[in-house]
């Protein structure tokens, strides 16, 4: 069914928060725990669309999932019996492509369809490739479909053409499976990276350097399952806290991780927004008055400031005081979703597909809006929380591919959200 939000804007977002389980960092644990030979739990298992797709495209290939639907996963990996990712599915979410790890360490070959998901940009598997060559995988494409085969397996030291967290990733799982040392250099270093790395010693390997830029690997023949918590959500965090800012609100944040904010907090501060930490694991977010205190916010690699932000970042800075460039290096689609917050009144000027000038404060008005992506359909619903009147959003199934009860969670704040399907009036 295709549904959409009604939000009524103006309310101050209060109240307190936790996280869920961090995305990209359940959507790799759970073809991690393929690569065992026994059950593995997982807990704080984010309830989104994403990862049900997952849990069905590991289904698919024979293991068996129970707790679908809840917080906690069992995943028993004994039937695997395929190791052909199935292509419909695959299309729906990029992070199909990781289960490929898992199957050549297995069974020596799979058979990928190329991933889909959020359309923000040209995002290559050219690195994945480059890396599974190095080790001794042969990649063939016939068909439209990638048929790998791993039958010479080599350990070497291994240096990454770009700091891809998803080939990271791969790369830590297909050496997990050796018994020699794999040398892995140029790595992506974000949290998900550690959370996976701490998932794969608890089955029995040996990781050293996750989250540094260079991962050292030892392996074991044979893995074992295990009981894994998914680290929470840290740019869901950042999202609740612009939402807070941009609506005068008092949020206090749960499941914080200081580590994990040292950027996001540095760019919400030198946009105004002032917070403070409650013990080791709340942050809050204080009433704040919005000035931009510099003029150019951009992405970079961790532990710069996530591109899976820069989205809810300009719908703080069209609420806050200033003129700032704000640009997004990696995905040349990222910024195109600026049109509804144009629409809605903001002032934004689009210099080129990574880049947008915004000037603020403006007065955003309620309308009629579509998400094109995940982050994306969040930001329209944060711009909706802050703009005058009624908004509608359609095609929300983008936006709960990646954030948990949605509705639920920004009711509990005070928001006023409503979910509907696209055929009942408003």
Same mark, same amino acid.
């Given at each position: 069914?295709?549904?959409?939000?009604?939000?009524?804007?103006?309310?101050? =977002?209060?109240?307190?928060?936790?996280?869920?389980?961090?995305?990209?960092?359940?959507?790799?644990?759970?073809?991690?725990?393929?690569?065992?030979?026994?059950?593995?739990? /997982?807990?704080?298992?984010?309830?989104?669309?994403?990862?049900?797709?997952?849990?069905?495209?590991?289904?698919?290939?024979?293991?068996?999932?129970?707790?679908?639907?809840?917080?906690?996963?069992?995943?028993?990996?004994?039937?695997?019996?395929?190791?052909?990712?199935?292509?419909?599915?695959?299309?729906?979410?990029?992070?199909?492509?990781?289960?490929?790890?898992?199957?050549?360490?297995?069974?020596? #070959?799979?058979?990928?369809?190329?991933?889909?998901?959020?359309?923000?940009?040209?995002?290559?598997?050219?690195?994945?490739?480059?890396?599974?060559?190095?080790?001794?995988?042969?990649?063939?494409?016939?068909?439209?479909?990638? +048929?790998?085969?791993?039958?010479?397996?080599?350990?070497?030291?291994?240096?990454?053409?770009?700091?891809?967290?998803?080939?990271?990733?791969?790369?830590?799982?297909?050496?997990?499976?050796?018994?020699?040392?794999?040398?892995?250099?140029?790595?992506?270093?974000?949290?998900?990276?550690? $959370?996976?790395?701490?998932? +794969?010693?608890?089955?029995?390997?040996?990781?050293?350097?996750?989250?540094?830029?260079? &991962?050292?690997?030892?392996?074991?023949?044979?893995?074992?399952?295990?009981?894994?918590?998914?680290?929470?959500?840290?740019?869901?965090?950042?999202?609740?806290?612009?939402?807070?800012? &941009?609506?005068?609100?008092?949020?206090? &944040?749960?499941?914080?991780?200081?580590?994990?904010?040292?950027?996001?907090?540095?760019?919400?501060?030198?946009?105004?927004?002032?917070?403070?930490?409650?013990?080791?694991?709340?942050?809050?977010? /204080?009433?704040?008055?919005? &000035?931009?205190?510099?003029?150019?916010?951009?992405?970079?690699?961790?532990?710069?400031?996530?591109?899976?932000?820069?989205?809810?970042?300009?719908?703080?800075?069209?609420?806050?005081?200033?003129?700032?460039?704000?640009?997004?290096?990696?995905?040349?689609?990222?910024?195109?979703?600026?049109?509804?917050?144009?629409?809605?009144?903001?002032?934004? =000027?689009?210099?080129?597909?990574?880049?947008?000038?915004?000037?603020?404060?403006?007065?955003?008005?309620?309308?009629?809006?579509?998400? #094109?992506?995940?982050?994306?359909?969040?930001?329209?619903?944060?711009?909706?929380?802050?703009?005058?009147?009624?908004?509608?959003?359609?095609?929300?199934?983008?936006?709960?591919?990646?954030?948990? #009860?949605?509705?639920?969670? +920004?009711?509990?704040?005070?928001? #006023?959200?409503?979910?509907?399907?696209? $055929?009942?009036?408003?």
């Amino acid at each position: 069914m295709v549904s959409k939000f009604i939000v009524t804007g103006g309310n101050k =977002l209060k109240g307190t928060i936790k996280l869920t389980g961090n995305k990209n960092s359940a959507l790799k644990l759970i073809p991690a725990a393929l690569l065992a030979e026994t059950p593995t739990s /997982l807990t704080n298992v984010p309830i989104i669309q994403d990862v049900a797709v997952m849990v069905e495209l590991v289904e698919k290939l024979g293991a068996k999932v129970t707790g679908k639907g809840t917080n906690s996963l069992v995943i028993d990996p004994a039937g695997l019996s395929s190791y052909e990712i199935d292509p419909a599915l695959s299309v729906k979410i990029r992070a199909s492509v990781v289960l490929a790890a898992p199957l050549l360490a297995r069974f020596g #070959k799979a058979v990928v369809t190329p991933p889909g998901g959020d359309q923000i940009g040209e995002r290559l598997l050219d690195t994945h490739f480059s890396m599974m060559r190095a080790i001794g995988i042969e990649v063939k494409r016939e068909n439209g479909k990638y +048929l790998l085969e791993w039958q010479k397996k080599k350990a070497k030291n291994i240096f990454l053409e770009e700091a891809s967290v998803t080939a990271s990733e791969m790369g830590m799982m297909l050496a997990s499976g050796l018994t020699e040392p794999v040398r892995l250099e140029d790595t992506a270093s974000e949290p998900h990276i550690k $959370d996976l790395a701490e998932f +794969l010693v608890k089955m029995g390997g040996k990781i050293a350097g996750a989250g540094t830029g260079t &991962i050292q690997i030892e392996g074991k023949k044979k893995l074992s399952g295990c009981e894994h918590k998914v680290s929470p959500d840290y740019i869901e965090g950042g999202t609740f806290a612009i939402a807070s800012a &941009i609506t005068g609100g008092n949020v206090v &944040i749960e499941d914080y991780v200081p580590e994990h904010y040292k950027m996001i907090l540095s760019y919400l501060k030198n946009m105004g927004v002032e917070s403070k930490e409650l013990g080791e694991s709340k942050l809050e977010i /204080l009433p704040s008055k919005l &000035i931009a205190k510099k003029r150019k916010f951009q992405t970079r690699p961790w532990p710069g400031f996530p591109t899976d932000l820069m989205s809810p970042f300009i719908v703080l800075a069209t609420q806050t005081a200033g003129t700032i460039l704000c640009h997004d290096w990696m995905y040349e689609w990222r910024m195109f979703f600026v049109d509804d917050l144009i629409s809605m009144g903001a002032n934004i =000027l689009i210099a080129d597909p990574h880049r947008v000038i915004v000037s603020g404060p403006t007065r955003l008005m309620g309308d009629f809006l579509y998400s #094109k992506d995940i982050r994306a359909g969040m930001s329209l619903v944060l711009a909706a929380l802050a703009a005058e009147g009624e908004s509608e959003i359609a095609n929300i199934e983008m936006v709960e591919r990646g954030y948990e #009860k949605l509705e639920e969670r +920004l009711k509990g704040l005070g928001a #006023k959200i409503v979910k509907k399907s696209s $055929d009942e009036q408003i």
